[in-house]
Nanobody, 125 residues
Framework: QVQLVESGGGLVQAGGSLRLSCAAS????????MGWFRQAPGKEREFVAA????????YYADSVKGRFAISRDNAKNTVYLQMNSLKPEDTAVYYC??????????????????WGQGTQVTVSS
């Protein structure tokens, strides 16, 4: 099993940048792929980005493609989400998730086995 802790959320102005981190703790990590999801008030949770554990495959939702970048540091068991050109519609609670099916990527929430507590991102105009 693995425990996930997100950090780096906050309040930024439109057009600004923010970097989220997700630190994983546990005994084994070799087969895990990672994903980022977000949920705004009154809306369903949506997929944002994913990366396989080897780091050679990434996938993004159309709404963030070209603005967000997912990356990882396996030595630190940490996954990052770099968010640039932020818009008010990016405001949401952002969640980190892990799946044991780590060779490829997964974009559905039910494919993930572990979830972090979430971190709030607020973008003002």
């Amino acid at each position: 099993q693995v425990q996930l802790v997100e950090s780096g959320g906050g309040l930024v102005q439109a057009g600004g940048s923010l970097r989220l981190s997700c630190a994983a703790s546990g005994r084994t990590f070799s087969s895990y792929a990672m994903g980022w999801f977000r949920q705004a008030p009154g809306k369903e949770r949506e997929f944002v980005a994913a990366i396989n554990w080897s780091g050679d495959i990434t996938y993004y939702a159309d709404s963030v493609k070209g603005r967000f970048a997912i990356s990882r540091d396996n030595a630190k068991n940490t996954v990052y989400l770099q968010m640039n050109s932020l818009k008010p519609e990016d405001t949401a609670v952002y969640y980190c998730a892990a799946t044991r099916a780590g060779a490829g990527i997964r974009i559905a929430g039910y494919d993930y086995d572990y979830w972090g507590q979430g971190t709030q991102v607020t973008v003002s105009s």
